[in-house]
């Protein structure tokens, strides 16, 4: 890259003046040079920034979408909750039962993740791009992003886990062998309400800010 920019500025010395001096960095050191007077590598800079808060506010979304799933599944278990503790399922062994199924939710989601990137990066590689001047697109597959995903997504799956288990551990044996709607009553802000309001919140800025980008 450095020696095909050099040969572009020594053949077009007038439009391409100062254009020799190339330099690549790792993103991490990106930050340094938002105080700096050069405006393309501001502009750099705030555009992979941008796509950054689009990936986590995705991220976001999904998270909270799998909890309110795993809170609405937890209240329709509330009578099988309560005959395990019935016939004398500890607390403790019932809360183990509840992140076990999380873990395993969160170990398919990400080898279906995992998959779905593979094939959407050879995918997207093979579209050809009606760019004016020969344009190519390479997409690796990092296996360090991947890892660090995949403790992200477990993390994030284990951690709204422990919301049904604290339900768990609320529910007592008479109230729980109840119907579902009389056992759990109304309330004006449930876990269920406040996960749908954040999922709302979050969508609608990741679409405004999608729409901007």
């Not at 254009?19 to 050069?38: A, E």
């Not at 800079?45 to 689009?54: D, E, G, N, R, Y």
């Amino acid at each position: 890259l450095a020696a095909r920019a050099k040969a572009l500025e020594e053949t077009y010395p007038d439009e391409n003046r100062g254009f020799g001096r190339v330099q690549l960095l790792p993103f991490h050191r990106f930050g340094i040079f938002l105080s700096s007077n050069d405006q393309g590598m501001q502009v750099i800079v705030l555009f992979a920034s941008l796509v950054m808060v689009l990936v986590l506010l995705l991220a976001v979304v999904a998270c909270i979408n799998v909890a309110g799933l795993l809170v609405a599944r937890s209240m329709a278990r509330r009578r099988e909750i309560a005959i395990r503790l019935s016939i004398g399922c500890g607390k403790m062994r019932l809360a183990r039962l509840l992140l076990a199924e999380s873990l395993l939710l969160a170990l398919g989601g990400i080898g279906l993740g995992a998959l779905l990137s593979v094939w959407l990066s050879q995918l997207l590689v093979s579209v050809p791009l009606p760019f004016p001047v020969p344009f190519e697109v390479e997409v690796p597959v990092d296996a360090h992003l991947l890892a660090y995903l995949a403790m992200l997504v477990g993390l994030a799956t284990l951690l709204v886990g422990l919301a049904p288990v604290l339900q768990a551990f609320r529910i007592s044996v008479a109230g729980g062998m109840a119907s579902v709607s009389s056992a759990a009553g109304f309330r004006r802000w449930s876990l269920r309400n406040i996960l749908v309001t954040g999922q709302v919140a979050v969508s609608t800025l990741l679409l405004i800010t999608t729409t901007l980008f």
